[in-house]
Nanobody
Framework: VQLVESGGGLVQAGGSLRLSCVVS????????IAWYRQAPGKQRVLVAR???????NYADSVKGRFTISRDNAKNTVYLQMNSLRPDDTAVYYC?????????WGKGTLVTVSS
């Protein structure tokens, strides 16, 4: 079972990025999936979730700016991030909801400059 995140990078405030998470070893729609992030010196927190039944929810800090989606045929989960802010700087991970049913991947670093 493996989760591989990609798509991070350095972007200016106001810019956009799309993150991808390829799920292997289990079927993507077997689990509720979420994106989490961990900023320097802070705990990992849930950013966006999409359940197998279609329920979607976002952290208040990203509502209206981030969009989660999943392509079960490709076993891939996406996070479209628009209007990025410096406080979005973090390592972004995908995992199940609740987290930890599969091992954490390495994450992908998003750095937003002001």
């Amino acid at each position: 079972v493996q989760l591989v995140e990609s798509g991070g990078g350095l972007v200016q405030a106001g810019g956009s990025l799309r993150l991808s998470c390829v799920v292997s070893g289990f079927t993507g729609d077997d689990y509720d999936i979420a994106w989490y992030r961990q900023a320097p010196g802070k705990q990992r927190v849930l950013v966006a979730r999409q359940d197998t039944g279609g329920y979607i929810n976002y952290a208040d800090s990203v509502k209206g700016r981030f969009t989660i989606s999943r392509d079960n045929a490709k076993n891939t989960v996406y996070l479209q991030m628009n209007s990025l802010r410096p406080d979005d700087t973090a390592v972004y991970y995908c995992n199940t909801v609740p987290p930890g049913m599969v091992s954490w991947g390495k994450g992908t670093l998003v750095t937003v400059s002001s």
